[in-house]
């Protein structure tokens, strides 16, 4: 049974790559950049049984609301909605490289498909309408494919892309993404397990001094002891980084699919990063909405918040693991922006409506002060201990110097008045393998 199984998921893997390789082989040759997506009707209709995707467009009739404004768009224009809708009967294709001057270009692949002529005839109709006015649509047919992009070029570029590139170490999937651009690949997959949408991407260093940085900064990171504790109930972030000036000193889009945006977290105007002295690399983001606003939003009356109905409570705290003391923090601010306008108040400061203060060696900046954080937190989530939280762990591995944990649920059951559990985790380790990271969102 156990071999049966086994040759099962090796004959499923290989006809999965032997669809997507059919579409590479139609991509430039030398492409930096390829995103490759098979059957694209059969697997948008698998990915939405996850109960977040079912939700979002079945319950909430998103698919319904973007269906009708197709389906307007096409008698407004004389046309058969049907003759749009076979952009989605095959497979997609889409891929950047860079031509013999130096200028990147695209192109993107439809197919195959019944009549290629009747979808063209349509995008052309509609395209424009949705696209700036500055962008210039060339398309062509060729037997069952559609090509959209820059077909001159396209037509005297080798084809053929080496789709090894692309699927070596990654999980079998239904689509595959691909970049090399600067010292680090990137690449993903994705495919559908057990009613669970899943995403997998790898970022691999390829110099050994970016290497040698990765492993110092992240190997034997990890956010098992962050997660213990108590957190908002919505967001939850982790992530343990050795070395934080490591992010400082590398371009953070470098590093892939990070679950938190480090090098974009802000102290007033600056960024976490240049205090990197006295942190420890230990960092916590956690983020709530009122769901009551929400559904006053949706209704159209008025919620907790004392404005107009387009307003959403929501409150965040940001806890950074930090050796130095509050005056510490207001001297170096001062320093690096001497026109920022610090307030000193009870217990912390206050900078640009964030509070700020220090405590049992961790540094908050939160949108609220002190005294309502620490309610709020008292009264959030220990997420360890969530069971929607460790059913995803499942899929994505314990291990991880970073983490981001949205519980999706929390936000559905209050909208719907019924018990969901429903979320989405990303997760991201290091491998030593591979000298890089893997990262996994996992949604349900």
């Known amino acids: 049974m156990r071999r049966f199984m086994v040759l099962a998921l090796l004959v499923i893997g290989a006809l999965s790559v032997a669809s997507v390789g059919t579409m590479s082989g139609r991509l430039p040759a030398q492409?930096?950049?390829?995103l490759v997506v098979e059957d694209l009707e059969n697997n948008y209709n698998v990915s939405k049984k996850a109960v977040l995707m079912d939700m979002v467009l079945n319950q909430l009739a998103i698919e319904q609301?973007?269906?009708?404004?197709?389906e307007m768009l096409a008698y407004n224009n004389g046309l058969d909605p049907k003759d749009i809708y076979k952009a989605f009967d095959g497979d997609l294709g889409l891929a950047v490289w860079v031509d013999s001057e130096g200028t990147d270009r695209l192109v993107i692949v439809l197919g195959p498909t019944e009549n290629p002529k009747a979808l063209k005839a349509a995008i052309e109709k509609i395209l424009p309408q949705l696209l700036p006015s500055e962008i210039e649509l060339?398309?062509?047919v060729d037997q069952e494919y559609l090509f959209i992009?820059?077909?001159?070029?396209?037509?005297?570029?080798?084809k053929g892309f080496n789709l090894s590139l692309v699927t070596e170490g990654l999980t079998p999937g239904f689509a595959y993404f691909y970049s090399s651009v600067g010292d680090v690949?990137?690449?993903?997959?994705?495919?559908?397990?057990?009613?669970?949408?899943?995403a997998e991407a790898l970022s691999v260093p390829l110099s050994e001094e970016t290497r040698e940085r990765f492993s110092s900064a992240l190997e034997g990171a990890s956010v098992v002891e962050l997660e213990a504790g108590y957190h908002l109930p919505l967001v939850s972030g982790f992530a343990k980084i050795n070395d934080l000036s490591f992010l400082s000193d590398l371009n953070i889009e470098q590093l892939g699919l990070l679950p938190l945006e480090l090098g974009e977290l802000k102290i007033g105007t600056q960024d976490i990063t240049e205090f990197s002295e006295e942190m420890t690399g230990e960092i916590m983001v956690d983020a709530n909405i009122s769901v009551d606003d929400i559904f006053a939003n949706l209704m159209g009356s008025e919620g907790t918040t004392s404005g107009a109905t387009d307003s959403v409570g929501y409150s965040y705290v940001l806890r950074a693991?930090?050796?130095?003391?509050?005056?510490?923090?207001?001297?170096?601010?001062?320093?690096a922006d001497p026109d920022l306008k610090i307030l000193v108040i009870e217990n912390g400061l206050s900078i640009e409506d964030q509070y700020i203060w220090v405590s049992d060696g961790w540094l908050y900046v939160s949108s609220s002060n002190q005294v309502k954080i620490?309610?709020?937190?008292?009264?959030?989530?220990?997420?360890?201990?969530?069971?929607?939280y460790n059913d995803l762990l499942k899929f994505s591995g314990s291990e991880g110097f970073a983490r981001l944990f949205l519980d999706s649920g929390y936000i559905l059951t209050g909208l719907m008045g019924v018990e969901i559990e429903s979320g989405v985790l990303v997760n991201?380790?290091?491998?030593?393998?591979i000298g890089g990271i893997r990262s996994t969102i996992v949604i349900k």
Request: hydrophobic share 40%; charged share 25%; glycine share 8%.
């Open 31 to 34: 492409a930096h950049t390829v």
């Open 185 to 198: 690949v990137q690449k993903g997959s994705l495919w559908n397990e057990e009613g669970i949408l899943i």
């Open 149 to 158: 992009g820059d077909i001159e070029q396209y037509a005297v570029t080798e």
């Open 374 to 388: 620490t309610k709020e937190l008292q009264e959030g989530a220990i997420v360890s201990d969530l069971e929607v």
């Open 321 to 335: 693991g930090y050796s130095g003391t509050l005056d510490d923090l207001k001297f170096r601010l001062e320093k």
């Open 65 to 70: 609301l973007i269906a009708q404004y197709v």
């Open 428 to 433: 991201s380790q290091y491998v030593r393998e």
């Open 138 to 140: 060339n398309i062509a």
